[in-house]
T-cell receptor
Framework: GENVEQHPSTLSVQEGDSAVIKCTYS??????FPWYKQELGKRPQLIIDIRSNVGEKKDQRIAVTLNKTAKHFSLHITETQPEDSAVYFC????????????FGQGTELSVKP | DSGVTQTPKHLITATGQRVTLRCSPRSGDLSVYWYQQSLDQGLQFLIH???????AKGNILERFSAQQFPDLHSELNLSSLELGDSALYFCASSVAAGGTDTQYFGPGTRLTVL
């Protein structure tokens, strides 16, 4: 079945460093790849998303890259700040899946001051 | 605040009972999605409704059912509850029905089954 693998499961960086989280998906029909940030006990919040007609998208300190051939996409956070500490989830969806998003297992990012 | 509302915030009940979780989508959104988040399973898609009709189903148990009403709010019914059903239940909404629409999540309902 459809699957999204996310690595690493935990990531600790120093404030100001960059953080990279990687995901691989199995369904070649997937064409929508959102990233969500979830703080403890709160709702997942969309931070950036990318559709398969582009290879990269940036929003200030956050960027996502997509390699459809390899079925691989990544989240890059530059100049990390303590408030970036949270769990990050990648997901994959496609039009013919009727809105179903398959989520990765999450990455717990810790930014140390 | 995403504009998606869910009630109740917390629910504590006993095994074998039945509960109903409620979700109101963002104004203008026609789709509602339900997800279950547990520690060992992560975020799991349950079901998607678009404008009152079921559009996609995930690994939703037969003891669980959902519907979307004419005013577009949705309810998730969980029956014959088991300890393993304890989880955070999120609903999300989007404008249209496609799998490439941005989904906005509500604050969730934390269900504890004792």
């Amino acid at each position: 079945g459809e699957n999204v693998e996310q690595h690493p499961s935990t990531l600790s960086v120093q404030e100001g460093d960059s953080a990279v989280i990687k995901c691989t998906y199995s369904d070649s029909a997937s064409n929508y790849f959102p990233w969500y940030k979830q703080e403890l006990g709160k709702r997942p919040q969309l931070i950036i998303d990318i559709r398969s007609n582009v290879g990269e998208k940036k929003d200030q300190r956050i960027a996502v890259t997509l390699n459809k051939t390899a079925k691989h996409f990544s989240l890059h956070i530059t100049e990390t700040q303590p408030e970036d500490s949270a769990v990050y989830f990648c997901a994959a969806g496609s039009y013919n899946q009727g809105g179903k998003l398959i989520f990765g297992q999450g990455t717990e990012l810790s930014v140390k001051p | 605040d995403s504009g998606v509302t869910q009630t109740p915030k917390h629910l504590i009940t006993a095994t074998g009972q039945r509960v109903t979780l409620r979700c109101s989508p963002r104004s203008g959104d026609l789709s509602v999605y339900w997800y279950q988040q547990s520690l060992d399973q992560g975020l799991q898609f349950l079901i998607h409704y678009y404008n009152g009709e079921e559009r996609a189903k995930g690994n939703i148990l037969e003891r669980f059912s959902a519907q979307q009403f004419p005013d577009l709010h949705s309810e998730l019914n969980l029956s014959s509850l088991e300890l393993g059903d304890s989880a955070l239940y999120f609903c999300a909404s989007s404008v249209a029905a496609g799998g490439t629409d941005t989904q906005y999540f509500g604050p969730g309902t934390r269900l504890t089954v004792l």
